[in-house]
């Protein structure tokens, strides 16, 4: 009787081992989160798959709940509500697909995988396994995301153990000779420090100090700088000539994200700021839901709440490059960064406003996942966050 319990005991607390040591934020770490399909494909009953699916989902997104408290000065509960709900799809998914059969499982698990990564599932797709690709094949592209996935299935596989020995020697080949990801030439990414204001201070005094800190960045030979989100607060016809004129002096563009307000509701974007114009360079595709990105708003004729613009604008071209733009959410979640590089971009431009997240591992997860898309596409990659 013992032994009927001790297994599923064992199964469900290594998943959430498994969710807490690879989505820490350090990005040879990821690998570790492999061994969820592992886990999912060695329970015996649906219960027991639906209770290790929680324990993973649950334990990688761990900081939700303290950093949701954070985001709205509320009691932890808000928080632990949004945490249980946004993760009820994983285990939904992962539950409904989950089966005895040994010869189907792989084709369940990889219909589960790509459910999770596209809409609408994938908008809540986080802590995806496939991630791991970056540090197992850096620099394979998408033939590395097809043995990714591939290998998925072979985890859930009675030969299990043969493709994670694999997967282990390709990991520690790879942790051996690891280097970052280069910054774009001429680029140079801003991370302040500014808390809860950035955004939110738009005053004649907070414009001037970034517009210091740019020129700081310009003159150290930047010819673009990034800033991080929500910098700009709201983008208006003033604040664009406001700092089209203060970059009269400099022969930098400034990559800035901003807020378009109208009366239907708003738009995260990325501007492009000279001495010539201010441009509204890319509108975030897919903005935090809940908090942002609000849908039932309209089914009750209610404006309000940020635009998703889904599959928009995979790519912008700047300068001379085109550069595939994440905004914060969207660094977490796979089909908009697969997406950007269904069109080959020349680099990846990650920005994030992370004050909330403080004493949270979210920032550091988006930092480790966008390095292993940039590092698995061989591509370079200019970041900016505020905390």
Known sequence: MCRDYLRPALLIFAS??????GWSGHVLLLPVALGFPVLWSNARTRS?????????????????????????SSDIWPGLLLWLCA????????TALWTKNSGVRPFRYLLAAIIM????FGITGWAHPVTAAGVLFPGWGWWGFGFMTAGLAG?????WPTV??????????????W?????????????????????????LHRQRVLIATVRNAASDGARFVVLPETALGFWTPTVARFWTSASGDTDATIIASATVLDAT???????????????????????VPGSMWQPWRSWFGENGGARADFFANPVVSIGAGRAAPLICYEQLIVWPVLQSMLHDPDFIIAVGNGWWTDGTSIVPIQRAVTTAWAKLFAKSLVTAFNT
């Open 117 to 120: 990564s596209i809409p609408p």
């Open 265 to 287: 509701g708003y738009d995260n974007v990325l501007v492009a700021i000279d001495r010539r114009r201010g441009r509204i360079l890319y509108r975030e595709r897919m903005p």
């Open 164 to 177: 994670a020995i694999g997967f282990a020697g390709l990991w520690l080949w790879s942790a051996a000779i």
């Open 48 to 72: 027991v798959a639906a209770l290790v699916s929680a324990g993973y989902i649950l334990a990688a997104s761990r900081g939700l709940p303290q950093g949701v408290a954070a985001f709205y």
């Open 155 to 159: 985890l859930v596989t009675r030969i």
């Open 179 to 203: 280097t970052d990801p280069t910054l774009p030439e001429g680029w140079s990414g801003v991370d302040l420090e500014l808390g809860a204001s950035l955004g939110r201070d738009v005053g």
């Open 87 to 94: 993760s009820l799809s994983f285990v939904a998914v992962h």
């Open 16 to 21: 959430i081992a498994i969710g807490v040591v």
